[in-house]
Nanobody
Framework: QRQLVESGGGSVQAGGSLRLSCAVSGRPFTINVMGWFRQAPGKEREFVAAIRWSDGDTYYAESVKGRITISRDNAKNTMYLQMDSLKPEDTAIYYC?????????????????WGQGTQVTVSS
């Protein structure tokens, strides 16, 4: 069984930082593109950032550019999301996901494996 397991969520004050991790475990599968999404209460799941595993190419949502950095450790099969200068509007459950194929995409339905999510709460 393949699993994506997020960790690192928590509660911080505005302006603070958090680093999320997404570990891929279980039966090996091809990792082409991995992404982070978030969902706030009453809102649709939205794209945050994605990374292509082979060359490290990245893509960010406009709302997080300059504040959030996505990275990966190929040897550990782990993806990270470094979040700085956090704002209350960043409060959400953050999910990592895998997308088959090598083209980065922002649509959640194009991702086929998902983690269980980790809560990030930013207070003002």
């Amino acid at each position: 069984q393949r699993q994506l397991v997020e960790s690192g969520g928590g509660s911080v004050q505005a302006g603070g930082s958090l680093r999320l991790s997404c570990a891929v475990s279980g039966r090996p599968f091809t990792i082409n593109v991995m992404g982070w999404f978030r969902q706030a209460p009453g809102k649709e799941r939205e794209f945050v950032a994605a990374i292509r595993w082979s060359d490290g190419d990245t893509y960010y949502a406009e709302s997080v550019k300059g504040r959030i950095t996505i990275s990966r450790d190929n040897a550990k099969n782990t993806m990270y999301l470094q979040m700085d200068s956090l704002k209350p509007e960043d409060t959400a459950i953050y999910y990592c996901a895998r997308k088959p194929g090598g083209v980065i995409a922002t649509t959640p339905t194009m991702y086929d494996y998902w983690g269980q999510g980790t809560q990030v709460t930013v207070s003002s």
